[in-house]
């Protein structure tokens, strides 16, 4: 029988986002340091799981399991692979960036200032949006991380308050070649709700992919009873979604993981049909992967 989670469980969709980091051992430490995490869990890819990816290169790399300071179990995963020099996440399509939330940004902005995420974002209030107030910092395997406080009335739009300085993440940042298809793959095979799409001027997408900073950028939020929790930016015409290296994941956030209540509903076609795993991620329930379109890597857990 699977452990029972629901105790700490998120009300929301996420369960997880996987990183593949240069160093694991410094990687814990910058994200337990400046961002209160903890490790809850520490080992190595089972040949099975890699394999359940797509990347059988992945087994016996060393993983650590991460979860906030407030405890709520939405994880991160950090697995130790080779880093191409220079890899910027939000440079290309794919999984481009991670969003947290914090309970205060200008404090949050502080703290980052002696830490080794380098701010590429300040907080900057978005006049469309009003109810959050973001930041964006770029960490050392160049992952991009949003640091975003929620301002009154945006619980009632299904996102949550932060309980601790720098908390859960909430939302998971895909970057698309074909927003509208993507967002049509997600309503189709997970039946998430697809909101409108609003047009924004996107600071930290235009600086990634070197576009003046006021280039205004199409994005939408998908999100499932009620909690918003994907956001998919459009990227210009001609970028092409970032590639693993045979065998292995995608460097930068490789996968993002989510709960799902029945996997015999889900149409597939699955890259690894459902199978029981053990770890703190899946505590001995069934998850599946699915390859997305454009090749970004989503993987269900049964709840």
Known sequence: MPDPIQSDSPPGPLRAATLTVADLARAI????????????????IAPDLAAAWGAPGVAGSRQAVLRPASGRAV????????MAPGFSAMAAPGWTALELCVADVHQAHARMQDSPFVVVGPPNAIANLPTIHPMQVEGPDGEFVFLTQILPGGVAEGLPTAQTPIDTLFICVLGCCDRAACAQWFAQTLGLAIAPPLDIPYRTLSRALGLPPDTRHTICTASR??????????????AVPRAAQPGDLVPGVALVTVWHDRLDTVPGPWLSPPALRAGTIYAGRRSGVLR????????????
Do not use: K, N
Not at 75 to 80: K, P, V
Not at 293 to 300: H, K, Q, R, W
């Open 29 to 44: 430490d910058r994200y337990t340091r400046w961002f209160d995490y903890a490790v809850v869990e520490r080992g190595v």
């Open 75 to 82: 994880d991160l995963r950090l697995i130790e692979r080779p």
């Open 225 to 238: 009873d009620g909690h918003l929790f994907l956001e998919l930016d459009q990227y210009p015409a001609g």
């Open 292 to 303: 997305m379109p454009e090749g970004a890597l989503v993987e269900l857990v049964e709840r």
